[in-house]
């Protein structure tokens, strides 16, 4: 079968939701093409010849971005099969399906419901649901391991790098810059917070990588100019004796080759004794997902950390000579504008305004379908109508203030990105923003100076988005 997989948008990092299901369809026999639209151009031609087009909607973006292009190959190839895979196919199965132009959704672990589909529909039967695998309900089936295939997609220059200028990210000089891979050891997460698209599929479910296919993976990435490895685990310490393992085997075969990972802070200081042991095998940066420093609404997204254990998390991994990178949901239903601006006087006081995109100061709570949040905000009166161009519920704050705040942050940050200067700029931004929400809590209006700030290398990649 002629089948197309097209992706729009994977973080700034080549497609594993390419990759990883190409490897799957071709050892099952089929001729597969892969797109990435994130740096390629639709190829109208060879859309007309596929008789199977798979979009991988592994984030909220991309599911946006994905129903539109479905839109598209719909009109160019009436005939053909759309399905949607990967994270967010499962939950908006119903809005997806609505539509008109997607036929089927594959979610969960989708490698093995795409060769399901694949072979039924190459063998003549017409109706999707009823696969194994495909339709509503994720499928967790364990498929073969075979390592991703990456022939035929864009090469790592095209993508985020690993910047090692003061600040890191946008604006890098090219002398400081590396060629990036991007691997999972592990899918789903052992945790439930409340907030996250992970918690209504996986469920507290973890499906580990064969740690020879992570590692094959790896050794190809190398292969193809990667410098540094990002192991894209929604937590690298969810299964901590085997992830220790493969960076000890990735430092042996690649001596020079660094790498990043994302741990709970929970997980921080759980494994504290771990955190040199990862600088040591080639460690630059850690991210891990703070979120709000206010411990009512940490505990309402059942984070399980609070303020204090962010505080102790980056003392200790600051000791260890790592770079520990937050992220931050500082608009939710819960949150103040006082909450705002303790939240950027945290951010100042800590000395991470370079470390902070500045994106992650606007972020507002997503509440896609299935979200564990949509019964809470019904039962707080909190929760608004589902907007269908937006994939997600709309939602009112306990703040009104926080409504205006968010649509300034966010004007503010979207300015700032194009702007040259990246340390000058991340500065600016954060005294706008500062600004901002000083404004909304007193009503006053004047000049933010910013704390000031370290001015060493802060280690991170060259994509600012993380949703």
């Known amino acids: 079968m002629r089948i197309f997989l097209a992706s729009t948008y994977e973080l700034g990092h080549q497609p594993l939701g ?235 075969r690649h001596a020079d080759v660094t790498f990043d990972a994302t741990v709970k802070v929970e997980h921080l200081l759980e494994h504290a004794d771990l955190l040199p042991r990862l600088r040591e095998l080639g460690g630059l940066f850690l991210t891990s997902a703070f979120e709000s420093t206010n411990d009512a609404v940490l505990a309402r997204l059942d984070k399980g950390h609070t303020r204090a254990d962010m505080e102790r998390a980056l003392t200790l991994v600051r000791d260890t000579g790592l770079a520990l990178r937050p992220t931050w949901l500082p608009f939710t239903p819960w949150a103040t504008a006082e909450d705002f601006l303790e939240l950027l006087e945290f951010v100042e006081r800590w000395g991470l305004v370079e470390s902070v995109q500045p994106v992650q100061l606007a972020l507002r709570l997503l509440v896609p379908p299935g979200s564990v949040l949509v019964e809470a905000l019904e039962a707080d009166g909190l929760l608004g109508e589902y907007d269908e161009d937006g994939l997600t519920y709309t939602w009112r704050g306990v703040d009104p203030r926080t409504e205006t705040l968010q649509a300034e942050v966010a004007a503010i940050v979207e300015s700032a990105a194009h702007e040259h200067g990246r340390r000058q700029s991340t500065l600016a931004t954060f005294a706008a923003v500062k600004r901002a929400a000083y404004r909304a809590v007193t009503g006053v209006d004047g000049a933010m100076e910013v704390v000031s700030q370290p001015s060493a290398v802060v280690p991170g990649l060259t994509e600012a988005w993380f949703c």
């Open 18 to 252: 390419l990759a990883s299901p190409a490897a799957a369809l071709r050892a099952a026999g089929h001729e597969v093409r892969c797109l990435d639209l994130a740096v390629e151009r639709l190829p109208g031609a060879a859309l007309t010849e596929a008789e199977l087009v798979g979009i991988s909607v592994p984030m909220h973006t991309a599911a946006r971005l994905g129903l539109a292009l479905a839109a598209r190959v719909r009109a160019l190839n009436p005939g053909a099969h759309i399905v949607l895979y990967g994270l967010y196919a499962s939950s908006l199965h119903t809005q997806l399906l609505g539509r008109g132009v997607v036929d089927s959704v594959v979610g969960g672990e989708y490698e093995p419901g795409l060769v399901r589909l694949a072979g039924a529909l190459a063998a003549g039967e017409t109706a999707a649901e009823g696969i194994d695998g495909v339709g509503a309900d994720p499928s967790f089936a364990r498929g073969a391991q075979i390592v991703p295939d990456r022939r035929g997609l864009p090469p790592l220059h095209r993508y985020a790098r690993l910047s090692l200028a003061p600040g890191g990210g946008e604006g890098s000089h090219e002398g400081d810059l590396r060629l990036a891979g991007y691997v999972e050891a592990s899918r789903g997460c052992a945790h439930l917070c409340r907030h996250c698209p992970i918690t209504p599929i996986y469920g507290g479910r973890l499906r580990v990588a064969a740690m020879e296919t992570a590692l094959a993976d790896i050794d190809q990435l190398v292969a193809m100019g990667a410098r540094h490895i990002t192991f894209g685990d929604p937590d690298f310490f969810n299964a901590v004796p085997r992830s220790l393992a493969i960076t000890e085997e990735m430092r042996r």
